[in-house]
């Protein structure tokens, strides 16, 4: 979401924020947002910083129409009848009820509460998210064939819910997350097929890539690799990622960096290929990794070190071969093997990633040095607020 006020980076001021759930709907309205559970008479009181709070005092009133509370220029709200989502709640706006939604308990992670628009259809919406960027595609094609353009395709697949269309249930071989995989292919090549088409594969730098690392795999499936950890987690499985990128005539085919980047980098990055200057305060972590893109020998890092931080909120920074992780001794994250949130004071962990890519031999005992070096540099991001210099 780009919100139309922003002064950070490369902005449009014409994006209007699309509200999809009731969290941020309550921000936007600045109302009280209550979900009722089914057949109980709690709620979840959110509070201006976002907090939920349970509440058991209400009890659950039938009734209602949202577009009787909301502005009629509110986007993306509607009512939620979609047919693979089977327990129902209530929402409510100022004491008033808005419209039923549900949430799952299948192993396929069906959608969690919240709003959808009339004839969506969960199946669908990366097939149509990618018709819809090649319609973008040819329009610009057709009406600015001389200027550029910024693409952004976020697909939903392969993140839960894991309910792939027909056409790709079944070829994995590995369930349906393996289909949602296979579905997210489908869309990339859909993409390439339409650049080619178009004749823009020549002068259009491709790039592929995800925001964090995956799931449990099924069927014997590794997912990760064997890289320990997976989403969530702040071991390597829960961070390392692929990163494909293709560009003709610059980028020779087949080649590959150890250069460590960070998808924050592509701002600065993107800045750097339009001849953009970034304002002072924006991409605050963000390096340009064009060099790295385009072969260059570099003298040193691009980056001087890399911050991670896990789901329950363990922080750990890479700086050479070295990664250090404070606070916890377990993965920090809820996907098994599941872990807790830091203790402060308490040992971490301290591996070299250069001999042991996999994590398995913890030196945080032995190198106390290192522990030291690291802690204050990270403490130092932490007070400065970003990690450029």
Not at 73 to 102: E, M, Y
Not at 112 to 123: E, K, L
């Amino acid at each position: 979401m780009i919100y139309p006020d922003s002064q950070h980076g490369l902005v449009r001021k014409d994006v209007v924020p699309v509200v999809c759930n009731p969290y941020v709907l309550s921000h936007l309205l600045n109302k009280d947002a209550r979900i009722i559970k089914p057949g109980t008479r709690s709620y979840q009181k959110i509070d201006d910083l976002g907090n939920r709070h349970v509440v058991n005092d209400r009890t659950v009133v039938e009734g209602g129409d949202l577009e009787d509370l909301l502005p009629d220029d509110l986007p993306f709200i509607q009512r939620c009848t979609h047919p693979s989502r089977i327990l129902k709640c209530q929402i409510r706006v100022n004491g008033k009820l808005t419209v039923w939604c549900a949430q799952h308990d299948e192993k396929d992670y069906r959608p969690r509460p919240g709003w959808v628009a009339d004839g969506f259809d969960v199946t669908e919406v990366d097939t149509v998210f990618t018709g819809k960027a090649i319609e973008f595609m040819e329009n610009n094609c057709k009406k600015h064939p001389a200027s550029p353009f910024f693409l952004y395709l976020p697909l939903s697949s392969p993140h839960a819910p894991w309910l792939p269309p027909d056409f790709v249930k079944g070829r994995s071989g590995d369930s349906a997350r393996g289909d949602m995989v296979v579905w997210t292919d489908w869309c990339v090549g859909r993409i390439i097929d339409a650049l080619d088409r178009l004749g823009l594969t020549e002068n259009t730098l491709l790039i592929v890539t995800s925001d964090n690392g995956p799931r449990h795999g099924q069927k014997g499936h590794k997912s990760s690799g064997q890289l320990r950890g997976f989403k969530s987690h702040i071991w390597e499985g829960g961070h390392r990622i692929p990163f494909i990128a293709r560009w003709p005539g610059k980028i020779k085919p087949g080649t590959t960096s150890d250069e460590v980047i960070c998808l924050t980098d592509l701002v600065a990055t993107c800045a750097a290929i339009v001849g953009a200057e970034l304002p002072a305060d924006a991409g605050p972590d963000s390096f340009n990794i064009l060099p790295a893109l385009l072969g260059a020998e570099l003298d040193e890092p691009i980056r001087p070190a890399i911050v991670h931080h896990s789901v329950y909120g363990v922080f750990s920074i890479r700086q050479g071969k070295w990664k250090l992780i404070l606070d916890t001794k377990t993965s920090g994250g809820w996907v098994r093997p599941s872990g807790k949130k830091p203790q402060p004071g308490t040992p971490g962990q301290l591996y070299n990633l250069r001999d042991d890519p996999y994590e398995q031999n913890d030196l945080w005992d032995k190198y106390p040095d290192v522990v030291e070096r690291l802690t204050k540099l990270l403490e130092k991001y932490k007070r400065q607020g970003h990690s450029q210099y």
